[in-house]
Structure formats: structure tokens, C-alpha cells
């Protein structure tokens, strides 16, 4: 019973992107700020859904998104708050979970839905290769510091270590009894930690790919960890809302901090250790100060969940990501309350009143992936304009999968009928679209004079 309620509560965090995330927040929206996130000239605008993974760069001059646009973004940030969009990396071909920097800033790496671990060069837009092997979606992945042994934690129940000189595969963790979420490969690189569903926390050598003790049993699942300076602690955040620290001299849980009200989704840990600082399902972002563990900031005006978040180099922000398509700059030091409200309830993709069913029915099932204008590619999906007697996988400038590229299929009423009657994997298997389907006539029918009166 209670592996199931774990699995449900981040089912429901991972999927509410796609379908209805609502938080009972009237009287909020007078204080939403515009979508677009151009308000803040710190923000990170360029993606065109929700934001999932960031990481900044060890000299804290670069950071890097991922986005359920299917794509990551290279940041160069600088010191006046002008922050640019260098490089969009799009040839994922499923919602990008995790983003993270090898250590000399000119590679990174990148993972997601589609379970595969991609290796990007910085300097270009080149994908220099794609690991592949898990049977899931990757959620966390970690780099050594030497920056030749990297590891990813994914829902099939594994961690898989790879070589990223040799570019091939090392070994494969296997022993958690649910998803992984976590992983933090240790200064050394001789060994592995992965945070799981089911409660526990492991140990694991990287040389001889075996699991050498269970660390610690929590009872409720494990989303998310990060190191501590020196990495002989372990930060780490759970399903229940719990923020704790493992303490790998003593074995010990040597420190629980105010917990979340919903699932720890998020956690950041400055670069010189004074400051750490917790995210959750609430939509709290909690800030420490770890020489005496008293909460010196605390935002709850992120309408949604929080899923990552960094510092900046010098602990005056922390950009944090979630339901919106930017990630937000919140200015902590010195605080300006008046400005800290940001982000927008509803989003497009929520359930909105005084809607028509077909509208609805695009906010929920389309919005989050595709737009109606002209234009438009930073959406996972090409913009839908003009879309009715479109041969599918034509549209110029989009990157499309090649089971869109080889289809024949006409856009028109009784295709789009049979796309969400049969589902994406029947009508066009081999594509990027997620697996869902409109059961009701009516719903459907609904959304196809929807598209008809907007789409021309």
C-alpha cells in the first residue's frame, strides 16, 4: 500500500505538466505576471514548455535548461543581468529531466524521457554521441570530477555508469526494488549514490560494480540528493516533503530541516556551502543558512511546482524552473519583496473557466506542446497553423522524428479523430508525441472545430 501512494504522488508530480496541475489559488491571479517571463530581464526566456532540469557551470558564467520542449539551452550569464540564449540543443526525442556539465564547461550532458544520455559539445550545436541502454526515462544524472566517469539514475530500476572517453558503456547498478531519482558519484569516482522509490539510499563501487550497503532506509520515497561541500554529506529530499542530511563519517542522519508540505522536488546547494536551499510540490523554495541551519529566505508565489533549482556564483539568486517556460532569476540578496511575485496561474495548459469543450480540450491535451501561430518552433510539437490538408512531418523548420518524416498521413477531421481515438502510437508510431488519447466523441469532435476556427 505504501509503495503504491509512493508511486502515485510522483506519478501525479511527473505527468501534471501534460495534463491538470490547479492549486485552489483565487485571488492569485491579479498578482500573476506576464507568461513570457520578459517582466525580469534576469529570466532565461527561450523555451516553449515547461522547464524540468537546470545547472550552472562551475564558474558560475553559464547555466543550462532542459525543457519538456524536448530541448536544452546554453546560457552565458553576466554580471549586469543580461543573461543570452547561445545555443538550443533540439535532437532529443522526449522531454529533456536532466542537464549537467562535465567539468571543463565544454561538453555537458543531457537526459530524459526517451532514456537515452546525450553528449553535446558547448563551443557547437554538435551532438558528439547518444548513450543508450536504460528502458526508462532517465530523472538525475552525475558526473565524476575528473570528468571521465558519468552515471544515470532512471525508472527502470537502474544506475548505468559510462565511460565518456572511450564513449561506451561501464556497468549497470542493479539492486533498488523501484525508480531511481537520484544519483552523486563520489571525489574520487571509486564510488555511487542513487535515491530511489523505494525508500532507500545506496552505496555502490564504481570499480567493481557491485552494491556495497544499503546507507539508509527511509521509508518514503527519494527524489532528489546533492552533495554538501567536501561531499561527505548527503542532502537529500523525499515524497513526504522531508529535507535531511546523511552523513557519511557517522552513518547518521545528522540533520532534518523543515519539511515540505508536498514532495521535495528540488534542491540546491550554493558553491561555497553557506547556503542551501529546498523546493518542493508546495511551491515553497525554502533558503539555509548552514552555519546555523536558520531559514534566512522563503518564496511561496511560484504557482506550481518547483523541479530545479541553482544558485548564482555569488548567492544573490537562485534560478529556479517549473510549470513556466522560462526559468526565473528570484533575487534573494538584498531581498525585493514587491518584485518576488512571478510566474502565471493558470497556465495555458491548466484547466481554465468560461472555456469551450474544444478549447479546453487543446489547453489540456495540445497547448503544452504545440501553438496555433504562425511560426512558433521552440514548442515540443510544430505550431498547428494551417495544419488541416497538411501532409504530416512537412511543416519547414521543424525537426520532426522520422516516423513523421516517412508517414503519408493528410491532417484533416477524420486523421486528427483517429490520432486521439486509436493514440499516437497506432496513427504514428515511431513519433515524439505522448502517449495519450481523447476516449469521448464528443471531446473530439469538440477540439476539431476548435482547430478548424483557429488554425486558418
Known amino acids: ?135 526508462a526515462k532517465v530523472l538525475s544524472l552525475a558526473v565524476s570530477a575528473n570528468g571521465k566517469l558519468a552515471a544515470s539514475a532512471s525508472w527502470d530500476r537502474t544506475v548505468r555508469l559510462w565511460n565518456l572517453e572511450g564513449l561506451e558503456p561501464v556497468s549497470i547498478l542493479d539492486g533498488h526494488k523501484g525508480p531511481v531519482n537520484a544519483v552523486l558519484i563520489s571525489d574520487n569516482g571509486q564510488q555511487v549514490f542513487s535515491g530511489s522509490y523505494d525508500g532507500t539510499i545506496i552505496k555502490w563501487s564504481a570499480t567493481t560494480s557491485t552494491l556495497e550497503r544499503t546507507l539508509h532506509r527511509h521509508g518514503w520515497g527519494i527524489n532528489v540528493m546533492k552533495w554538501l561541500p567536501e561531499k561527505q554529506q548527503i542532502l537529500f529530499g523525499t515524497i513526504n516533503g522531508d529535507v535531511q542530511i546523511f552523513d557519511l563519517k557517522t552513518n547518521t542522519i545528522s540533520k532534518i530541516l523543515i519539511p515540505h508540505q508536498r514532495p521535495v522536488l528540488a534542491l540546491a546547494v550554493s558553491r561555497d556551502g553557506k547556503f542551501l536551499a529546498s523546493g518542493g510540490g508546495d511551491g515553497i523554495i525554502r533558503v539555509w543558512k548552514t552555519s546555523d541551519w536558520s531559514v534566512v529566505e522563503e518564496l511561496h508565489s511560484s504557482f506550481g511546482p518547483v523541479w530545479s533549482m541553482v544558485f548564482s556564483q555569488d548567492n544573490k539568486k537562485i ?48 497547448s503544452i506542446c504545440h501553438t496555433l501561430k504562425p511560426g512558433d518552433q521552440n514548442r515540443a510539437g510544430p505550431s498547428l497553423f494551417g495544419i488541416f490538408g497538411r501532409v504530416a512531418g512537412t511543416l519547414k523548420g521543424y525537426n520532426y522524428s522520422a516516423g513523421l518524416l516517412d508517414s503519408k498521413i493528410v491532417w484533416n477531421e477524420d486523421t486528427i479523430d483517429q490520432l486521439f481515438a486509436l493514440g499516437p502510437q497506432h496513427v504514428t508510431p515511431g513519433s515524439k508525441m505522448p502517449l495519450q488519447k481523447i476516449a469521448q466523441e464528443d471531446k473530439r469532435t469538440a477540439l476539431i472545430k476548435f482547430l478548424k476556427t483557429n488554425t486558418q
Open 319 to 366: 534560478f529556479y524552473v517549473g510549470l513556466d517556460d522560462y526559468a526565473i532569476a528570484w533575487t534573494i540578496s538584498p531581498r525585493k519583496i514587491d518584485t518576488e511575485v512571478q510566474g502565471k496561474f493558470p497556465r495555458r495548459f491548466q484547466k481554465l473557466e468560461n472555456m469551450s469543450l474544444g478549447e479546453r480540450q487543446f489547453a489540456r491535451k495540445c
Open 1 to 135: 500500500m505504501i509503495a503504491h501512494l509512493m508511486n502515485s504522488w510522483r506519478g501525479w508530480l511527473a505527468f501534471m505538466t501534460i495534463f491538470l496541475f490547479c492549486f485552489a489559488a483565487t485571488g492569485m491571479l491579479s498578482m500573476a505576471k506576464s507568461e513570457t517571463g520578459k517582466t525580469n530581464p534576469a529570466n532565461l526566456v527561450g523555451h516553449g514548455g515547461p522547464i524540468k532540469a537546470i545547472s550552472i557551470s562551475v564558474d558560475g558564467q553559464a547555466i543550462l535548461t532542459g525543457s519538456f520542449d524536448y530541448s536544452a539551452i546554453l546560457w552565458q550569464l553576466d554580471s549586469l543581468g543580461t543573461n543570452k540564449l547561445v545555443r538550443r540543443y533540439n535532437d532529443h526525442d522526449g522531454a529533456v529531466n536532466a542537464v549537467e556539465f562535465v567539468t571543463d564547461k565544454n561538453h555537458f550532458l543531457s537526459a530524459g524521457d526517451d532514456g537515452s544520455i546525450y553528449l553535446w559539445d558547448t563551443t557547437s550545436d554538435n551532438l558528439l554521441f547518444r548513450f543508450n541502454g536504460h528502458q
